[in-house]
């Protein structure tokens, strides 16, 4: 039956014996906690008031038991769940104290089949929260000793604040694993102690694989990666607290780079630091597309500068119009171009007009002059570098590739291309992929690839100066630019054009060339191509004083007996002019010097005069057509939008 016993925890109450019992009890306990503080204590307990059974538990909402330490038969069992309804521990519970020395089965026969004697009592955090309870019970009936009582009592405050406590840890456990904020304890050799779950999603691991896992081998392997980490590491090894620092990591699943904004703290003892950091990639990777963007709209702006204009393609030769037909024919594709030729034949503009007609049009055309740029920088130009990467690189640099993402990449003077580059070069042909200079994270690329030379790359193969492979990479779809001097033809469409661009600017007013002088532009030579020409007309108008334009022989010095004999040195032969040539140069001034106007004009003397020496016939391979180099729907379009009609002469 249950007696009701005022168990003093007086201490003076205590004889002898209690005190041995009691010491027993605190020294087997005394330096531990949790729940190997649990066993020691059920164990002692058990053994110092001599029953068979002791157990240590918490209190589960709503209404059940969990075992947190359970002796019984001389040895620690498993733990166990039950419900408090119908048992002596409901009534720990609901009054206190709870003492049966014997007639315990007979109370509770169906609960406590067996069970003779139990002594409970519940265990109270700061609060007055009932946490659990600490009870013994045996089989026989327990000695009436309420000495012994007190003892049990005295055990049970330690046991209340050892549970309180492990609540207190528990809670902050809890808050420590669901924080929507990263929390790491790391070792000063940078071991994984504790992570959070915020921790192990924002780093990619699963909560087995924290032990053993280090802080810097989540590091990726670049020199400005490095040098934040051995930066934070060195001021938390100092002491100092860290504010902030932004980390560049790789998740451990799938090697994807991440972004952290980092604070850390020594523990109080100095064993190991806590770190607390959030995931701020998206803001990164936002603020590098910004970057990326920003450095697109410089370069984009400076090329607006340099006015580059499609319709700078001036002429009508079959040479030019076959080159315009192939762009118009590769324009549409994805095909890597290779355009050759002379220096100045205008092969940036070509570039520019087969990256105008695609589907890329929107997205940006960036240029790169290979030959302008120093052969230590060329990689680090195309492909971009880290911070660190090398002396020198003192921010991170955003190469020309990524640059060009989505759109068309220009290589002009590909030729001049270091060996070790040309394989990166193919690489990204191949593979649409590279890495900045310091970095080992692979940049994926959407790239159309147009280069120029003005160089035999075949025979620079053969040199051992340029790959066989990249060169047949590179060589999909071929344009050869013909040189000036073998499209006499647009000479004079192309003074007029030059003349009418920069008279303007230099302010100057024109109303005619001379007709001597247009007779010896286009029996010149050009060695440097349209360019040189392009040269020559600013200069001339620059030069001129008088509304008829007049080259001074002078002006074309390099090969000047081709103005006068109509021959080049140095080997090289300047056919007469051709008589759609010499036509147009006649037509130009108009058999007086005086030309027509603007190019319009030039133009449409210039088809009226094939079409008379072809008897206005427009089709067939004797037709005004083929003469001119165009489709007979192009001519007849040309005529209706210049007006030329059979009645403007037989």
């Not at 504010?243 to 003892?269: C, H, M, T, Y």
């Amino acid at each position: 039956m249950m007696r009701a016993v005022e168990a003093s925890s007086d201490w003076s109450s205590l004889d002898a014996r209690d005190f041995e019992l009691l010491r027993q009890i605190i020294e087997g306990t005394a330096s531990t906690i949790g729940n190997e503080y649990f066993e020691k204590l059920v164990e002692s307990l058990a053994r110092a008031l001599g029953t068979n059974h002791a157990f240590i538990s918490e209190f589960t909402p709503p209404q059940r038991i969990r075992t947190l330490a359970f002796w019984s038969g001389g040895r620690i069992i498993d733990n166990l769940e039950y419900a408090l309804p119908g048992t002596p521990c409901e009534e720990v519970f609901d009054g206190g104290f709870c003492y049966y020395p014997s007639g315990l089965q007979r109370r509770y026969p169906e609960t406590e089949p067996g069970i003779e004697s139990y002594i409970g009592v519940p265990l109270k955090a700061r609060d007055g929260r009932v946490l659990g309870h600490l009870c013994v019970l045996d089989e026989r009936p327990l000695a009436d000793e309420p000495k012994r009582l007190a003892m049990f009592r005295i055990c049970a405050m330690r046991a209340a604040a050892e549970l309180d406590r492990s609540h207190q840890d528990r809670e902050l456990s809890d808050l420590f694993d669901q924080a929507p904020i990263a929390y790491v304890h790391e070792g000063l050799d940078t071991r994984f102690i504790r992570a959070n779950r915020a921790a192990l999603r924002i780093l990619g691991i699963r909560a087995d694989e924290v032990d053993g896992a280090y802080g810097s081998s989540f590091v990726p392997d670049t020199p400005e990666a490095k040098r934040r980490l051995h930066e934070a590491f060195e001021s938390v090894g100092r002491g100092t607290d860290t504010s902030g620092v932004v980390l560049e990591l790789q998740r451990r699943d799938n090697g994807r780079p991440i972004f952290i904004q980092w604070w850390s703290k020594p523990a109080p003892d100095g064993s190991y630091t806590r770190t607390m950091f959030v995931d701020i990639t998206e803001r990164v990777l936002m603020e590098q597309e910004q970057a990326r963007l920003k450095a697109q709209n410089s370069y984009l702006i400076e090329e607006i500068k340099s006015v580059h204009n499609f319709e700078e393609i001036v002429g009508a030769s079959t040479g030019l119009v076959r080159v315009l037909e192939n762009v118009r024919r590769v324009a549409p594709a994805e095909a890597t171009v290779l355009i050759t030729g002379e220096s100045g034949t205008g092969k940036e503009l070509i570039a520019r007009a087969i990256h105008s007609a695609s589907a890329r049009s929107d997205k940006p055309f960036i240029k790169v002059n290979c030959a302008a740029l120093p052969t230590s920088l060329v990689e680090s130009e195309l492909f971009g570098h880290e911070r660190g990467a090398f002396s020198g690189a003192i921010q991170r640099r955003i190469g020309r590739f990524e640059l060009a993402n989505g759109g068309t990449i220009f290589l002009d003077e590909i030729g001049e291309v270091p060996m070790d580059v040309q394989v990166k070069l193919l690489r990204v042909l191949q593979e649409r992929e590279f890495e900045r200079i310091g970095s080992n994270q692979t940049i994926r690329t959407d790239v159309r690839v147009i280069a120029a030379t003005n160089r035999d790359l075949l025979k620079s193969i053969k040199e051992g100066d340029f790959r066989a492979d990249l060169y047949y990479r590179l060589n999909v779809f071929p344009i050869h630019l013909p040189p000036l001097r073998e499209r006499r033809e647009d000479i004079p469409l192309l003074v007029h054009f030059f003349v009418q661009k920069y008279a303007t600017r230099i302010g100057r007013r024109v109303e005619s060339i001379a007709s001597d002088t247009m007779n010896a532009l286009v029996r010149y030579p050009w060695p440097g191509n349209i360019r040189e020409l392009e040269n020559i007309v600013e200069r001339a108008l620059i030069l001129s004083n008088s509304p008829q334009l007049t080259i001074e022989p002078d002006l074309l010095a390099i090969f000047p007996e081709a103005t006068a004999h109509g021959h080049v040195p140095y080997g090289l032969t300047v056919p007469p002019p051709t008589a759609a040539a010499a036509a147009t140069s006649a037509a130009a001034s108009n058999g007086s010097g005086q030309p027509d106007g603007d190019l319009d004009s030039v133009q449409r003397q210039h088809i009226l005069t094939t079409l008379r020496e072809s008897n206005w016939v427009i089709e067939g391979s004797r037709g005004a057509a083929a003469r001119l180099g165009m489709k007979p729907g192009t001519l007849r379009h040309r005529m209706k939008k210049l007006g030329i009609a059979r009645a403007d002469g037989a």
